[in-house]
């Protein structure tokens, strides 16, 4: 059977090993550190920032690198196992960064990083769901024990619910229109994979919609991903006990990638700045340089921020 979704997609599939941290030049500029110091790496991810601190590090010094992934971190480790004497690794969602740290025998650290983006390893394995490119199940949780996937908010929440989370978490203009035709395509049978999702919302957008610079369904499924993770309740939660658990002088550094996250981040820190907890060292974000983005288009929309704790 023809597929509007699988005809308008390719298939993009990178070595994880291989992986290639956002901004390194970037974030190597602004978050210094001692040699002996212990930095936080709040979203290790495959360990592409970890590995070039853990380089600048002396044999004192060390990583605590968090994920709320087990697959990635699984790859962290195997990349980074030359320095395993120097890193501790934690399978956690960083909104516990001060639980993890009081785990780890850790009061205050030197330095902290949140590479906010999700990794290519993520996005191109289809089992994961967080892909229209691809068929797979309909699941975007980021830690495979959590209970909710993204089936069952899209089988079972109301048409405005569906609408609500749309709007607010992709920003999407067709929300009220995609809402409508997820719950008509339901009603003959439960969407259960990537490629119905996709077909449902490339049947509810108008064709002129098809030529934005963006995929049609590319809102819709940060959407429910960010939904299905919480993701902004558990930024907001994290910005503020990162600060608290910063040394004075050391740094926190951010990395978003989509609106909603650097507008939750730029007000927490003018927030912070404002009752003199943190200096801001960025006042406006920081964006990769375009020979970057030329080797990784999915720097494009990486911003940066940086506070300083007071």
Avoid at 3 to 20: K, R, T, V, W
Avoid at 168 to 186: C, D, N, P, Q, W
Avoid at 265 to 280: D, I, N, P, Y
Wanted: hydrophobic fraction near 40%.
């Amino acid at each position: 059977m023809y597929s509007l979704a699988l005809d308008y997609s390719q298939n993009l599939m990178n070595d994880p090993i291989n992986h290639i941290p956002v901004m390194a030049e970037e974030v190597s500029r602004y978050l210094t550190f001692f040699a002996d110091a212990c930095v936080v790496d709040a979203t290790l991810g495959l360990g592409g920032h970890s590995e070039l601190f853990v380089q600048r590090l002396g044999g004192q010094g060390r990583i605590i690198g968090i994920d709320r992934d087990e697959s990635s971190l699984k790859f962290a480790k195997e990349r980074l196992k030359n320095f395993a004497d120097r890193m501790r690794f934690v399978h956690a969602d960083f909104r516990h960064i001060d639980q993890v740290l009081a785990d780890c025998g850790v009061q205050k650290v030197d330095g902290i990083l949140m590479d906010l983006g999700i990794s290519s390893f993520q996005l191109d394995n289809p089992q994961r769901g967080f892909s229209f490119k691809d068929e797979g199940p309909l699941d975007m949780r980021m830690d495979q024990d959590g209970q909710v996937c993204a089936y069952d908010l899209i089988n079972s929440l109301s048409e405005r619910e569906l609408a609500q989370i749309l709007r607010e978490y992709g920003e999407e203009r067709f929300s009220h229109r995609i809402a409508k035709y997820l719950v008509t395509a339901r009603s003959k049978k439960p969407l259960q994979t990537t490629q119905e999702l996709c077909e449902t919302i490339l049947q509810a957008v108008p064709r002129s919609y098809w030529q934005q610079k963006i995929h049609p369904a590319t809102r819709t499924f940060q959407a429910f991903r960010i939904a299905v993770n919480h993701e902004l309740e558990s930024l907001s939660d994290a910005l503020e006990k990162c600060v608290q658990v910063l040394k004075p002088k050391a740094r926190l550094v951010v990395i978003a990638f989509h609106s909603l996250e650097d507008r939750i981040v730029k007000h927490k820190f003018r927030h912070l700045a404002r009752t003199e907890t943190v200096s801001l060292i960025t006042k406006k974000p920081i964006r990769p340089q375009e020979v970057e983005v030329q080797k990784n288009a999915r720097a494009r929309s990486a911003r940066l921020r940086v506070v300083e704790k007071v």
